[in-house]
């Protein structure tokens, strides 16, 4: 090798060894911003999950706010209605838990039919009112007070139909063989069968 080989050689190393450092200043300020990236994507995140934790936390009182509202309604002060979240299999599971005092209902067991028809009613209430955007307030049930009987009872029924009806805006209309729920509607229609199986309708 001469000594102009040599030194078209020197001046290619020099060339990719200046390269080599542009590439790594490129490369460092690439890095930066990746590190900052990173850090406003994890800040990112913890405001969701507080957001997202807030949210959820709000939605639950809410839910549970409704039900326990109709609960005491019909039942009693002693009575309240909890959403407990709980881990199976590494999952988390939602349990909707009816009390007494301190005592829990099982809902498979011993909690009375009437009990599961008010929380059934009020869950249905509470999930239209979390809808967005809203759709017409109206909603439809046919015997949703099938399990209760007394007559405090269904008079305590009725009073809470009309003021959750009232407090959130809802048309409900729904069918019912308990007369004394009827005395709290605004408008009420008797059907009647007769003995040829046509349907009279009266107002």
């Keep these: 090798m001469n000594s102009s080989q040599l030194n078209q050689e020197v001046f290619s190393i020099r060339k990719e060894i200046q390269d080599a450092k542009i590439d790594l200043e490129k490369y460092k300020l690439d890095i930066e911003k990746l590190v900052k990236l990173k850090s406003n994507f994890q800040e990112a995140i913890k405001i ?3 957001v997202l934790g807030t ?18 309604h019909v039942y009693g002060e002693d009575y309240k ?8 299999r ?8 009816p009390y007494k005092g301190d005592m829990v209902y099982d809902c498979k067991l011993s909690c009375g039919g009437g009990i ?10 509470a999930c239209l009112a979390l809808v967005s955007p809203q759709p017409d307030q109206v909603i439809i049930l046919d015997e949703p007070f099938r399990n209760i009987s007394g007559q405090e009872q269904l008079e305590r029924c ?15 209309i729904l069918i019912t063989a308990k007369s004394i729920i009827i ?9 009647i069968i007769d003995s040829d199986g ?3 309708v009266s107002s």
């Design 90 to 97: 590494n999952q988390a599971e939602v349990m909707l838990v």
């Design 198 to 200: 046509i349907s009279h």
């Design 183 to 191: 005395n709290y509607v605004d408008k009420s229609f008797d059907v």
């Design 81 to 88: 209605f909890r959403i407990e979240f709980i881990m199976k």
């Design 55 to 72: 949210t959820q936390e709000e939605i639950v009182t809410f839910i549970e706010d409704i039900v326990t509202s109709a609960l005491q």
């Design 116 to 125: 599961l028809d008010i929380i059934s009613f009020a869950l249905r209430i």
């Design 48 to 50: 969701l999950t507080i």
């Design 158 to 172: 009725g009073d809470m139909i009309r003021e959750l009806s009232r407090k959130y805006g809802l048309q409900i």
